[in-house]
Every structure is written in structure tokens, then in C-alpha cells.
């Protein structure tokens, strides 16, 4: 590795591996090294047993090598410790000690020996770039190999359980191969991303520094009207004053001069676009700015009348409770109750017994979740983990809860419960501080923020700003639909529920009566192409199709067709069904019983290729199919698994990325990961177009990004559908399939409940609370009147005045 | 034995893999294997049995048809006269698979009558660090996750045609690059955020850990410790003696 000189001459290894042990990101580093061992050691096996039982060539054995030349010793500890998890899958017992002897070893060698080799060392990182490097990494490979093989077969040896003769060599070729062949993919991947991320031994030992500035005086922030007044700052549970901070690897603040303050009891949104400095705000009122996360800061920030930037994030765990975004990063626990116990084994002083045991108990009921505390957290629903996530940290009584963007992941029933969390929340006098990017749960909150551009732009009452549509979509933010359906009605308060929306109808005398190309759809989705005949064969057609999973029914005799150019929407709950159905459609899954027929072809008779090139499938999270180093190579992938021409692969690799709006020039240099979530979708999509599929399935699509990317992203799958392709999308926005969707399928438990279009499936509300989903806000507005119109501009074309 | 404390568990199965290396004859080893059967029974865990019965047939098989290739004897097995095969060396390679079975059962039972919890504190009891335990239990959580995100990697890969079924040994290994870099990208990218996470809700590697569980050693605990440490110390004497143990000249 690339250590300066005097810190490899002071490099104690005993030190290095007590170290591991003192710090929050090394620990986690051990943890996840242990976990990705054991999660690849386990289902990821290449087929070919060496010694069967024993030894078998999997992938995982090139883990311990590559994490140890990136991460040092919490590499030694996390291979060790991954090999001891991989056991408890079958195989613990006293051989697993040498196990974890044995691939301790495997992890740590590699870093103590590369370069300290003599005329073997390149001098260089661990990257094969040179014969040299790649000579060292060799030796570096061969050594630690044979080291790991010789204490695990001496060892089992020794317990009479198999003669070394027979296991050591099996071990070493089985790490050797992995090693030599994996390894340096692995690592060339790896190695500039964990520097970006400063996740290197040496980044992570030399970090902990962070500037601050001394404070500024507190100056009024830039005005759009606001009616926010400086008088919040009197007895107040948070002061932030003239806050500016940024990134160490940022170019520009991402906070500049930020005052604001919350008194207790007040629930407060900060409303604002990806990127307006939400998040850093919430890491800067528990100290993880610039405790943990390094920077420039200046101004203040005080909780409870105390400098976030005086005590360690840990200790400000009592007074500050934070939910991330990915509420699921922080579940430590396999039951409920450890996972509220947990953050109370840390603190300090000590409570008693029974303190605990009442602080469990009324943490669990504030939340809902009274009756689940010996449930496991994974076996919950995504609205349930994040209650259970805000129970961990409330159990700590902590003067202020931080929500940062909480309802991002959420379905519709997760979003419904989450209201009626903030509700209790509130009624109990706690105090909140919540991040959104859309108006959602503007009906609870007591005021707004709104962040744009670095900055506080407008404070004040939720109403207030829901009657400024204008400068709401000035900062970035979606209007509630609703005003701008009487936006051009010049009212001095345009509504912001439906029901003020009625009467306002009422005042002006206004009622709905759709004109022809409202009711056919034209004015929504433009004019329908010409089908070639009515009678046209299905793309796709599921016949009877159930599908059961480790004797549970996830799907119960559907069957539905799909016609060429459709663009129909999947609806449910989650585990309602639909991913299920997705994968049924491209073959990753054959039916328990029933056919599925795409283009003439029944899936279970058709290779998972031929599938891919008819069905199209782009999964949620972009990151679990994202491998290649440019984005060139990851959209040409799949053209090369069909064993395209280099000029086949060229030529679709331009069109898809034009297909999904991303240039194709600088392809070749651009790397996937540095790019925002929205873009990386756009990548997963582009990869998946570049099989030229007929029907392209989209799940979730817009899941995490804010209305200026969802637009875009919807746009363009709309474009695509105009240029021929039949499109799938599984989504939770009824807003979406109001805008967007030809035809509906309505899922349940399994079952389709209902299958038309957006206007006929929303014009029964019943059937979409059964559903436990919400009805669109315009679809609701409009059934005043005996219509079912899906979006702001059918509702313009069908205003009349005066009675009929 | 749910009921029973961590400490005794951890001890008791300990106490087992001592006795299973206490001896070499497969008589006396079939003794302690109907203990740890009578264990299983007694706490229902037939069920954890029977999904790693193939892998436990297959590493008794494995021993006992390897043993006696290696160990030296006086009584030749006719059948395999010219290998070299004796029937001595069969006995050890009978009590060698009947070793290796009594300890993985001995380890299924431990683990399915321990949450990961209850081993972090138990070993935490026993004087190993309370972050080893921490990072375990931390470890054995994420494992699952990351076995969800993977069966989502590979579902994604092969939907854009990748096959790793085909194709030779190097080809396969190259083949996984794809299936294994999103999974560690995915899990990287999330590590300082998981160690923000872990300090927003009061861990810190100083900080000393308090379990509030009742851990307290009952009578049970002291019966089956005490029936574990007789056993033990009976079967110490009978080895000190040459009882229960095979001449294992290589």
C-alpha cells in the first residue's frame, strides 16, 4: 500500500490489530468484512468441491486477500470471525477455531507483507497495473494461501478429523485460484472506490480531523416572504445560528449561513430538493458533523442549550435521536425488545432493571408496536422497521427527534401509519425534525422550512406555502395538486385540502364536465398509436399462474394478457405479489402451475436468455446490478452475454444510452458509481435496453428521488413507451399511474382484484382502501361530480361554469 | 435446555467437544453421540438436523472412508487387501466420523438454543471482549442482509444474461466478478453510515456495555455443569488410563 515511508517504519502489526478495536468505522469494517465473507462463502459456490464437504472452490476465498490489502487488519479480524459465521450455517464445532486461525492469517499477511517483500515489492498500491505489482501480489497470494492452509489442515488434523496431506493442499489451490483469479478484478474495482470513500487502513487512521471556524454572528437569512421571526429563539430546544458548513470532498458549501430554531414540543418540516442540504442539517444537530463526518464548519448549532460540537455524537445520543433515510442500517438486533435494549447497555450512568423495562415498554407503545417485542425486526414490514428504528432511539428520551426523509421507502400503509406516528409524537411533546422533498406530511407539521441553494429560503405555517405554488416549484418542491388545478381562477387562497376545494368550486361556481379527449385519454397520453388489428396476439399471456415459495402461496391463479405498446401499472401492498409476478415474466421464476407464454414462447421452455431479449427487467436498487469501472462497460454487459459483435455492442450501447438520455461521448471515462441515484437508474436501464426488449418491466423506478428526478425519470419512460416498448411498472404512486398509465392491475395478496384502466380502477374507492392504498387527490376532487379525472391539466380542460 | 443459561450452554457443548477428544474408539464415542442426540431431542432441534443431514452423511462418509488409508494396522481387510486397508484403520476412521459428527451436532444444538444475543453476552461472561461478542452478533445480522441483497444481484446479472453455469473453471471464476462486486460495493458504500448509525444511538468502542437480560446462573445451570464436569473428569482419568482410545500409528 502507498504508506508514507515513516509510517510504515513506526507500523506496529500487534497495534495495528488492538486498533481495529477503538474505532466506531473500524468495528463496522470488521462486521461487514465478516458478513460479506460468510454471505458469499455461503450460496456462491463454482461448482467444483476439491476435497467434498471440505473444500470446495467458492468465490469467497479471494474476500480475505482483497479486504486485507484495503482494510488491514480489521480484514484479519473480519475474515476470521466470517469463516466462524459461515460454520454456524452447519459445520461449528472445535475445527472452526483453527478456522478462524487460519483465515485470520489469510487476512492480515497480505497487508503486513505487501510492500516488505525485498525486490518483489512494486512500491505501488495493490493494484495490477504492473507486471511488478502484479508479481508481488502473486508472491503476497502465495504466501498467505499457504499459510492459511497450513494452520486450518494442522489443526483438523490434530483433532483426528482429517489427515493434513489431504486438506492442506485442497485449501491452498482452492485460495491460490480464487486469489490469483478473482483478486485483481476485485481489487482494481475496489481500490479507487474505498479511496473515495475513505475507507483505506490508512485514510481511516489518519482521519478525525475537522475545522471550525469561530462563530459568526447571527444574521437574518434571505427572505422570500418568510413569516418566520427570530423570537423562536427564546427558550428553544434547538438554536442553529449562522451554520455554514462543507464537505472535505465537496467543492462548494452544501449549508451557507443557516438559522433557524425549534421549541419544544413543535413538529418542524424541512422541505427542499436533493442536494439543498436537508441531510447535512440533520447530521449537524447530533455532532456527526464534524465529529464524523469531516468538513469545514462554521456558526452553531446547540441542542438543549449545548454545542453539538462539545461532546462525541455517541453521548449526544440522550438528547438528539436520529432515524436515517435508511432506516435499516440501524437494526442491530434479532428481536425487538434487544433492539430497544440495546442503545440502553451503552449508557451512562447505568439505569436500573426496571427503569428499563418501563422505558421498553412505553417506547413500544408510543410507536404501536406494543405486541411485537419478541418479534424478529426482518420478518416486519418496511413501516414497522422504521417505527421500530424511531422506539430505539426514543427509548433514550431524547430532547429532539431527527427524521431524515422518512418516508421515502415507504409504502402507502407505511406512510399512512408513519402520519399516525407524528401525530402521537406530537400529541406526547416531542420534539420533531423532519426532512421531506414533497408535501406529504405538511398537514402535521406546525411549521416549515424550506431549503434551497444552501440556504433557508422560506419559514413559516404549512398552509402558507401550500397557497404559493409558484414558490414551491421555484424551490424545487412538487404543488399540492390541488392549487394548481385553481391556480389560473386568480383566488387569493387557493385550497389545499379537497374538501376546501369543493367549496371554492362552489363559490366560483364551477363544475367539472369532461370534454371527449379528456374521457379518451388523448389529452393524457397523447394520441394512442395505431394497433395493427384489434385482434392482435398478446405480447404476454399468464394463464393460470400460481407460484408458491417454501410452501407459502405468493401468487393464486392469475392470469391477465399483455398487448404490444401497453404500459400498464402493477399495483399492491408490499408482498401483495408483484415483484413475484415481475419475475415470473422474464423467467427468473417458473410458475408452480400455469403458463406463461411471452412472444409465442412458454418460459419454462425458453432459456433465461432468449427471455432477456423479449422481457426487460429494471430492479429497484440500481446498486445490486452495477459492476463495471465506466459506464460504457456496464450498458455493454448484456450485449456481450448475448455474444454480440464488437460493432453490435458499440451501436446499442449508443442507442440505449440515448434512449435514456445520457450522452454517449465520455461513456467510456465515466464512472457509475460517482454519479447520483437518479443517473445510475437511468445506467440500469440503459443496460437492460441494450437487449433490445420488447417489454421492459420497471420496479419502483422512482423510489428515493425528488420531483425534478422523478419527472425526468418518468419522461423518459414514457418516451420509451412512445418508441414502441411495452412497459410494466411496479409502483406505489397512485400519482404516477394517474399520469402515466394506460391500464392498471390491482393486486392483493396474490391475487389480481381488479384489471382497467387508471379511470375505471380509481372510480371505485372501495376497492383501493381494501387495498389499503390511497386514492389520488384529483381522482377524489372530481368524483364530486361523477368523474374520474387523473391529473391537473384534465382538470382545467374540464372546468364549466354556471350549472348544466 | 432453552431455559438454561448462556454460560452453561457455551460450557456444556465445550464440555462435549472435550469428550468427543477424550476418545478414539468409536464404542465409547457412540456413548457420548447418544448424549448429544438425547441433547438435540431434548431441545427440539431435529428440524436444524435434518436440513444439514446431507452435509453431516456426507463428512462421516468422508472420514471413514479416508481414515483407514492412513492408518497403520495388523489385521488386513480382505476385500481391500491390496490398498493397504486394515480393519484397525477402519475402526479409527468409524470413531474419527463419529468425532466429527458428535461436534457439529454438538454445535447445531448450541446454536439452536442461543440467540446470537444471548452467545455476545455470554461470551462477554465468560471474559472474551464485549466488542468480539458486539461484532458477531453484528455480523451474523448483516449476513442475512446481505444474502437478501445477493439473491438480488444475482437475479439482476442473470437478467441481463449471465450465465454461470457454463463455461470452464477460469471462465466460471471470471463470471463471478459481476455477482460479487455490487454485493461488496453495495455493503462498502453503506460503512460510514452504518458507523454514524451505531453512534447516533450511543455505541462507542470505550463505552462500556451493561447487559440488562437476568443472567444469572440457577440450579439447573449448576446440575448440568456439574454432570458435564464428572463426565469430563471421568473421561480424562479413563484416557489416562488408555481406555476408550486406538493406537493411531500413521
Known amino acids: 500500500m502507498s504508506l508514507p515511508q515513516d509510517a510504515r517504519d513506526s507500523r506496529r502489526w500487534w497495534a495495528d490489530l488492538i486498533a481495529a478495536w477503538r474505532d466506531t468505522r473500524q468495528i463496522v469494517l470488521t462486521a461487514q468484512i465478516a458478513a460479506i465473507y460468510a454471505a458469499i462463502l455461503i450460496p456462491f459456490k463454482a461448482g467444483i468441491p476439491i476435497v467434498p464437504g471440505f473444500v470446495e472452490l467458492r468465490p469467497a476465498n479471494a474476500i480475505p486477500i482483497v479486504a486485507s490489502l484495503l482494510f488491514g487488519p480489521a480484514a484479519a479480524w473480519g475474515a476470521g470471525i466470517g469463516n466462524v459465521i459461515g460454520d454456524c450455517f452447519g459445520t461449528l464445532g472445535p475445527a472452526s477455531f483453527f478456522g478462524f486461525l487460519g483465515n485470520f492469517i489469510f487476512g492480515y499477511l497480505p497487508y503486513v507483507l505487501w510492500g516488505h517483500l525485498g525486490w518483489f515489492s512494486s512500491g505501488q498500491p495493490p493494484l495490477g497495473k504492473s507486471w511488478r505489482q502484479m508479481m508481488e501480489y502473486g508472491v503476497v497470494c502465495v504466501i498467505a494461501s499457504a499459510a492459511c492452509a497450513g494452520i486450518i489442515a494442522w489443526g483438523v488434523e490434530w483433532l483426528g478429523l482429517l489427515p493434513f496431506v489431504i486438506l492442506a493442499p485442497a485449501i491452498f489451490f482452492n485460495n491460490v485460484v480464487m486469489g490469483l483469479f478473482l483478486g485483481p478484478p476485485l481489487l482494481s474495482f475496489l481500490y479507487p472506490r474505498v479511496q473515495q470513500w475513505r475507507l483505506r487502513y490508512e485514510d481511516i487512521r489518519e482521519s478525525g480531523a475537522f475545522h471550525i471556524h469561530s462563530s459568526q454572528t447571527l444574521r437574518s437569512h434571505d427572505s422570500m416572504g418568510s413569516e418566520g421571526t427570530n423570537d423562536h429563539f427564546r427558550d428553544a430546544i434547538v438554536e442553529c445560528r449562522g451554520l455554514s458548513f462543507q464537505y472535505a470532498s465537496g467543492s462548494a458549501p452544501a449549508l451557507r449561513n443557516v438559522s433557524f430554531s425549534l421549541v419544544s414540543g413543535e413538529l418542524v418540516v424541512l422541505l427542499g430538493r436533493s442536494g439543498s442540504g436537508k441531510s447535512t442539517i440533520c447530521y449537524a444537530c447530533n455532532g456527526l458533523i464534524p465529529h464524523m463526518i469531516p468538513g469545514t464548519l462554521s456558526g452553531t448549532m446547540r441542542v438543549k442549550g449545548r454545542d453539538t460540537v462539545d461532546d462525541p455524537v455517541w453521548k449526544q445520543a440522550g438528547r438528539v435521536g436520529l432515524v436515517f433515510q435508511d432506516f435499516d442500517t440501524q437494526l442491530v438486533a434479532t428481536t425487538v425488545e434487544r433492539e430497544l435494549l440495546h442503545p440502553l447497555e451503552y449508557r451512562d450512568p447505568r439505569l436500573s432493571v426496571d427503569e428499563v423495562r418501563l422505558r421498553v415498554v412505553h417506547a413500544l407503545n408510543q410507536i404501536g408496536l406494543g405486541d411485537c417485542a419478541h418479534r424478529d425486526p426482518m420478518t416486519m414490514s418496511g413501516g414497522q422497521r422504521q417505527r421500530l428504528v424511531m422506539a430505539s432511539v426514543l427509548v433514550q428520551e431524547p430532547a429532539l427527534l431527527v427524521l431524515d426523509e422518512p418516508g421515502s421507502d415507504l409504502d402507502p400503509a407505511g406512510r399512512s401509519q408513519l402520519r399516525d406516528v407524528l401525530q402521537d409524537l406530537q400529541q406526547d411533546g416531542i420534539t420533531v425534525l423532519m426532512t421531506e422533498h414533497n408535501e406529504d406530511y405538511l398537514a402535521q407539521a406546525d411549521r416549515v422550512l424550506v431549503l434551497d441553494q444552501e440556504h433557508i429560503v422560506w419559514e413559516g405555517k404549512p398552509e402558507t406555502l401550500l397557497r404559493q405554488p409558484q414558490l414551491m416549484r421555484d424551490c424545487g418542491l412538487r404543488p399540492f395538486v390541488l392549487t394548481e388545478c385553481f391556480e389560473e381562477w386568480g383566488l387569493e387562497h387557493v385550497p389545499v385540502s379537497v374538501e376546501e376545494a369543493w367549496t371554492r368550486a362552489e363559490e366560483l361556481n364551477l363544475r367539472l364536465a369532461p370534454p371527449v379527449e379528456v374521457l379518451d385519454d388523448s389529452l393524457r397520453l397523447g394520441k394512442l398509436p395505431e394497433r395493427e388489428s384489434t385482434m392482435a396476439l398478446p405480447l404476454i399471456q399468464v394463464d393460470h399462474v400460481s407460484f408458491q415459495y417454501e410452501e407459502q402461496t405468493v401468487l393464486a391463479d392469475v392470469s391477465f394478457t399483455i398487448q404490444p405498446g401497453d404500459f400498464l401499472a402493477l399495483l399492491g401492498q408490499n408482498g401483495s405479489g408483484k415483484s413475484t409476478l415481475a419475475r415470473l415474466l422474464n423467467g427468473l421464476l417458473m410458475p408452480t402451475t400455469g403458463t406463461i407464454v411471452v412472444d409465442g414462447m412458454n418460459t419454462r421452455s425458453t432459456s433465461m436468455n432468449e427471455l432477456a431479449q423479449r422481457v426487460g427487467l429494471v430492479f429497484q436498487n440500481p446498486d445490486h446490478q452495477i459492476f463495471a469501472d465506466t459506464v460504457w462497460e456496464e450498458v455493454a454487459f448484456s450485449a456481450k452475454n448475448m455474444r454480440c459483435s464488437k460493432d453490435e455492442i458499440a451501436d446499442r450501447v449508443k442507442e440505449s444510452l440515448a434512449a435514456v438520455g445520457l450522452p454517449f461521448e465520455g461513456s467510456r471515462d465515466l464512472d457509475p458509481f460517482s454519479l447520483r441515484k437518479g443517473e445510475r437508474q437511468r445506467i440500469a436501464v440503459a443496460s437492460v435496453l441494450a437487449t433490445r426488449p420488447a417489454v421492459l418491466i420497471v420496479d419502483e423506478p422512482t423510489t428515493g428521488l425528488d420531483p425534478h428526478e422523478t419527472d425526468r425519470m418518468m419522461a423518459m419512460i414514457r418516451r420509451l413507451n412512445q418508441e414502441g416498448h411495452t412497459i410494466v411498472m411496479i409502483t406505489h404512486s397512485m400519482g404516477l399511474v394517474a399520469a402515466y398509465a394506460r391500464r392498471c392491475l390491482f393486486m392483493h395478496s396474490g391475487r389480481i382484484i381488479a384489471d382497467g384502466t387508471p379511470r375505471e380502477v380509481f372510480a371505485d374507492p372501495g376497492l383501493i382502501q381494501s387495498a389499503s392504498l390511497e386514492i389520488p387527490v384529483i381522482a377524489r376532487f372530481s368524483q364530486r361530480w361523477g368523474q374520474t379525472l387523473l391529473t391537473v391539466e384534465e382538470v382545467k380542460a374540464s372546468w364549466r361554469q354556471g350549472f348544466p | ?250
Open chain 2, 1 to 250: 435446555m432453552h431455559q438454561l443459561d448462556g454460560r452453561t450452554k457455551v460450557l456444556t457443548v465445550l464440555g462435549v467437544f472435550g469428550l468427543a477428544l477424550c476418545f478414539s474408539d468409536p464404542v465409547y464415542l457412540l456413548g457420548v453421540f447418544g448424549g448429544v442426540m438425547g441433547g438435540l431431542t431434548m431441545s427440539q432441534a431435529g428440524a436444524n438436523i435434518r436440513k444439514m443431514w446431507m452435509l453431516t452423511v456426507l463428512l462421516f462418509g468422508y472420514s471413514v472412508a479416508l481414515w483407514p488409508f492412513f492408518v497403520e494396522g495388523v489385521t488386513p481387510v480382505p476385500v481391500l487387501h491390496g490398498l493397504g486397508v486394515t480393519w484397525e484403520g477402519v475402526r479409527v476412521g468409524l470413531g474419527m466420523g463419529l468425532r466429527l459428527l458428535i461436534m457439529l451436532w454438538g454445535g447445531i444444538w448450541l446454536l439452536s438454543t442461543t440467540t446470537v444475543e444471548e452467545l455476545a453476552h455470554a461470551s462477554q461472561q465468560l471474559g472474551i471482549p464485549s466488542r468480539a461478542g458486539f461484532v458477531f452478533s453484528l455480523a451474523f445480522r448483516w449476513v442475512g442482509m446481505l444474502l437478501g441483497a445477493g439473491v438480488g444481484v444475482v437475479q439482476a446479472q442473470r437478467s441481463r444474461g449471465l450465465d454461470v453455469s457454463t463455461g470452464g473453471i477460469l471462465q466460471r471464476i471470471r463470471k463471478y466478478v459481476p455477482l460479487v462486486i455490487p454485493l461488496i460495493g453495495h455493503a462498502l458504500r453503506q460503512t460510514n453510515l452504518l458507523a454514524m448509525s451505531l453512534e447516533s444511538k450511543g455505541f462507542h468502542p470505550s463505552a462500556t456495555r451493561h447487559f440488562y437480560s437476568t443472567g444469572k446462573l440457577r440450579a439447573q445451570d449448576y446440575t448440568v455443569m456439574s454432570v458435564m464436569l464428572i463426565l469430563l473428569g471421568v473421561s480424562l482419568w479413563l484416557r489416562w488410563q488408555g481406555v476408550g482410545t486406538l493406537d493411531m500409528r500413521f
